[in-house]
């Protein structure tokens, strides 16, 4: 597979994906960019995602991370789920930041992975360090009716 195929192909995973990825939609999360083995995955800290001390709470930071995750594990067409994630809060995330996680693949062998995350805020700030761990499970992230979708 060419270069140019592999990154057509990690597109058309992550746009695949994102298009039935409610939970992401709803968070008002933006996919920006897909390649293989990465991601890149936006999202603005609106009011209804502020805890009680006023900044962003960790949830939704957890869920952008583990969306980038997802989006970079299923690169390669081959359906892949989380097996364990954790992450470390570094600053906080306020009020209308506009964060972006982007997700690196460290390492991908038989059915693992093992993904890092950073999430950082418009000023280039680290917010939080997420570790994703996959799995691969059978079948693949596009139809075979339509592989472009």
Not at 66 to 93: K, L
Request: glycine content about 10%.
């Amino acid at each position: 597979m060419t270069n140019h195929e592999a990154m057509t192909l990690a597109s058309d995973c992550a746009q695949a994906l994102f298009q039935r990825d409610s939970a992401s939609q709803a968070m008002g999360m933006r996919l920006l960019s897909a390649g293989p083995g990465c991601a890149r995955v936006g999202m603005t800290v609106r009011t209804d995602m502020l805890q009680g001390h006023g900044t962003c709470h960790g949830g939704y930071l957890f869920a952008l991370a583990d969306s980038a995750f997802a989006f970079a594990c299923n690169s390669y067409n081959e359906a892949t789920v989380a097996i364990g994630c954790s992450i470390d809060y570094i600053a906080p995330a306020r009020l209308g930041d506009t964060l972006n996680a982007d997700c690196t693949e460290q390492s991908r062998s038989g059915r693992t992975g093992n993904y890092d995350v950073r999430i950082e805020n418009q000023q280039g700030q680290l917010i939080a360090l997420f570790h994703g761990k996959s799995y691969k499970v059978r079948g693949p992230v596009l139809t075979q009716e339509n592989p472009n979708e």
